[in-house]
């Protein structure tokens, strides 16, 4: 179990994960492309942000080449004891994953009309990803804003 299970996966994510999974060891920047897969680019865009927030520490530093581990502090104590808190929690599950969220998300179907608290100023097109969903557009009640699928028409208020 891993932080990109559930939290998506992304580069940060791979490298958080990849360096928890290997704690006791320190990597450089090729050594952590080479074994995520990643570009060599992208770990080194990455490695500032991880270290300004405190995730990530430089552990060893020999000429240029600088060897990169999770800095150890009570955040990463804290998101080690999530990841391994998640993973137990998972495995209490009978069902298989896929079938889980299956029927999790027959249960919670997608809702293509909701009420909207917020001032929307003029009337606005949004367009949902989903190949099912039309253009949406923002049809203006009292104080409520409410979002109604109208297949590209403006209807009138």
Request: glycine share 4%; net charge negative; with cysteine.
């Amino acid at each position: 179990m891993s932080l990109a299970d559930f939290l998506g996966s992304t580069s940060e994510i791979k490298i958080i994960d990849f360096l928890v999974e290997n704690m006791d060891m320190s990597y450089n920047q090729t050594e952590i492309s080479e074994c995520l897969g990643m570009s060599r680019t992208v770990v080194n865009q990455k490695l500032p942000l991880l270290i300004y927030n405190q995730i990530v520490e430089i552990k060893k530093c020999n000429g240029n080449i600088k060897k990169y581990g999770l800095k150890e502090n009570s955040l990463m104590n804290k998101l080690i004891a999530l990841i391994y808190d998640h993973s137990f929690k998972m495995a209490d599950y009978d069902e298989e994953e896929r079938e889980l969220i299956s029927r999790i998300a027959d249960e919670c179907p997608i809702s293509y009309e909701e009420n909207c608290d917020i001032y929307c100023g003029e009337n606005q097109k949004i367009t949902f990803s989903q190949p099912s969903v039309s253009d949406i557009k923002c049809k203006e009640y009292k104080s409520v804003q409410k979002w109604e699928n109208t297949l590209g028409v403006m209807i009138p208020a």
